[in-house]
């Protein structure tokens, strides 16, 4: 972790040379940029990198060196986190060879204002528009034809009665966001303690598909700050998700592990992977990637990222294209 402080290295070579070429641009730069060499040294901060880890005078934002030191390594990942005062910061790595040099990129993008924006109830009302007009269109349609055609009247309402289920599953999605941005609100005992039994069971939910869920849980798993109904339906999602966009005969990994005062739910697919840029797409609301014919709205993660960073956790995915994608929420161990 101390190395994320030890900017700018004495002897750094060429690729740094570079670096300091376009350093004035990448100062200029809307997001933070950080580079490190293989060794996980810091090569190189542009000012807002810096500003945001505290090495300007102010001090650093909450958790950012920590979500920093832990995206300089290993292969792209995406991170969302709170700082002070409410801000919505997203830290994304990934490899970047150039010059013969196996650095790593770290980029820190500020949120804030994209989030407030989604959080705009004009930006919500159309949205959910936009999302609720394809299936009523098809049901209403559907249900004309059938009056029109009673021969095909029973293929018509099967057919009707799937737009309506995807009416429902838009709604209930909607429902299950609104209840995590509004919890922050409520009084109640944030706590879990038994995720193992949890976890078991979200396992044991898919257990229709047909695919082979392999659970490890590393017991004892201390009671962590989040109700058991937010972490099932956290691993619900990514169980979900995983069941969905990879196929059989590929297993499915759900891991619960403790790393210091978090417990990390992990569930990794051996999918097509996720695009290093895209990453942080997905973690927005109604964004969904190319995924012809898969039924989904593009809330799940949107409402697990919003979840996770209430109760002060962290979600994140590490992906490779062509290899699967692994889900990660951190949640703080309850007090
Ligand atoms: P939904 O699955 O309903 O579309 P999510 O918010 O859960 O919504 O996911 C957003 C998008 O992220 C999905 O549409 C898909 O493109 C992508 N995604 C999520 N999980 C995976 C995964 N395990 N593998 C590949 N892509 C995924």
């Known amino acids: 972790m101390a190395k994320i402080l030890n900017i700018p290295a004495a002897d750094t070579g060429p690729v740094l040379e570079d670096v300091e070429l376009y350093a004035a641009a990448l100062d200029a730069l809307p997001f933070g940029f950080m580079l490190y060499d293989e060794h996980g040294t810091c090569v190189y901060a542009n000012k807002r990198a810096l500003g945001l880890i505290g090495l300007t005078g102010c001090p650093a934002e909450a958790g950012m060196i920590e979500a920093v030191d832990r995206t300089r390594a290993a292969g792209p990942r995406t991170e969302h986190l709170r700082g002070q005062g409410g801000a919505l910061y997203e830290v994304a790595g990934e490899p970047l060879p150039i ?4 650095l790593h990129a770290v980029r820190i993008a500020d949120l804030t204002l994209e989030d407030d924006v989604m959080h705009s109830q004009a930006t919500a009302a159309s949205d959910l528009v936009h999302t609720l007009r394809g299936p009523l269109t098809a049901l209403r349609g559907y249900l004309e034809l059938s009056a029109e055609e009673p021969d095909l009247a029973f293929d018509y309402t099967q057919r009707a009665l799937g737009a309506a289920l995807r009416v429902q599953q838009i709604v209930d999605d909607i429902l299950s966001l609104a ?6 609100m409520e009084e109640r005992e944030l706590c879990c303690g038994d995720v193992g039994a949890v976890a078991r069971q979200a396992v044991t939910a898919f257990e229709p598909s047909g695919r082979l869920i392999r659970a490890r849980i590393q017991e004892p798993v201390p009671p962590v700050a989040m109700t058991a109904a937010e972490v099932r339906m956290v691993l619900l999602n990514f169980i979900g998700n995983a069941v969905k966009y990879s196929e059989a005969p590929a297993p499915i990994d759900v891991e619960v592990t403790q790393e210091g005062a978090t417990v990390v739910l992990a569930v990794r697919d051996y999918g097509p992977g ?7 797409l997905i973690f927005r609301r109604y964004h969904r990637l190319g995924v012809r014919g898969i039924e989904g709205t593009g809330l799940g993660l949107a409402a697990v990222r919003e979840l996770s960073l209430q109760r002060g956790g962290a979600v994140y995915v590490e992906s490779e294209v062509g290899a699967g994608s692994t889900f990660f929420v951190r949640v703080p161990v309850k007090a």
């Open 99 to 102: 010059g013969g040099a196996n």
């Open 274 to 280: 996720i695009e290093p840029l895209k990453q942080s």
């Open 179 to 184: 209840t995590f941005v509004s919890a922050g």
